[in-house]
């Protein structure tokens, strides 16, 4: 029982580049977000997935796209990184009902864009 | 909207010393109320959490009582050692919500 995992763990790009960052929970729960954590900003919701087939915006989706490609995945895209997204980015994952209350985070991402 | 407001840190401390770090929050309807910690170059867990007016979360010795007529969750530890040296964030779920709202996080730094 992995939990939530997430790749890769690090990661530099240039201005422009894209990239997508995975995650993936083996604990059959229904809903998954992504944060990304900056200094000084506490953890900020950038989209979540409620369940299977849905996606919704959280409170820093711009230049941001995700994917929930099936219960157990959760991918979340950059098209054309900008220095503003370094960042560390978790994944988290709650369940089986919405809205069961304790998240269970993943050991993040830490994107460095140049 | 719903906001969650923690003393800035670092909160710098003696081990064995009595430990608080203050949470208040804002919420539109009747939340649910955790602590989380994230230790260096780690993920954030779970530490406690209350789901109604007067309960107290409780865990590894760490201890918070829902206040609802004073908007608080304040994280208490009546003796904190080198290993409890981490960020703690507070957040909130509102109800009918699936989403966590987080305060800004207090490190906590513990010296021998």
């Known amino acids: 029982n992995a939990g939530v995992t997430q790749t890769p763990k690090f990661q530099v790009l240039k201005t422009g580049q894209s990239m997508t960052l995975q995650c993936a929970q083996d604990m059959n729960h229904n809903s998954m977000y992504w944060y990304r954590q900056d200094p000084g900003m506490g953890l900020r919701l950038i989209y979540y997935s409620a369940s299977e087939g849905t996606t919704d915006k959280g409170e820093v989706p711009n230049g941001y796209n995700v994917s929930r490609l099936n219960k157990r995945e959760f991918s979340l895209r950059l098209e054309s990184a900008a220095p503003s997204q370094t960042s560390v980015y978790f994944c988290?994952?709650?369940?089986?009902?919405?809205?069961?209350?304790?998240?269970?985070f993943g050991p993040g991402t830490r994107l460095t864009v140049l | 909207g719903n906001s969650v407001t923690q003393m800035e840190g670092p909160v710098t401390l003696s081990e064995e010393a009595f430990l608080t770090i203050n949470c208040t929050y804002t919420?539109?309807?009747?939340?649910?109320l955790f602590w989380y910690v994230q230790y260096p170059g780690e993920g954030l867990q779970l530490l406690l959490k209350?789901?109604?007016?007067?309960d107290k979360g409780s865990n590894k010795g760490f201890e918070a009582t829902y206040r609802k007529e004073t908007t608080s969750f304040h994280l208490e530890k009546g003796s904190v050692q080198v290993s409890d040296s981490a960020v703690y964030f507070c957040a909130l779920r509102d109800s009918g919500y699936s989403t966590l709202t987080f305060g800004k996080g207090t490190m906590l730094l513990v010296s021998p």
């Open positions: 919420a539109t309807g009747y939340p649910s």
């Open positions: 988290a994952s709650s369940g089986p009902g919405q809205g069961t209350d304790t998240q269970y």
């Open positions: 209350a789901t109604k007016a007067d």
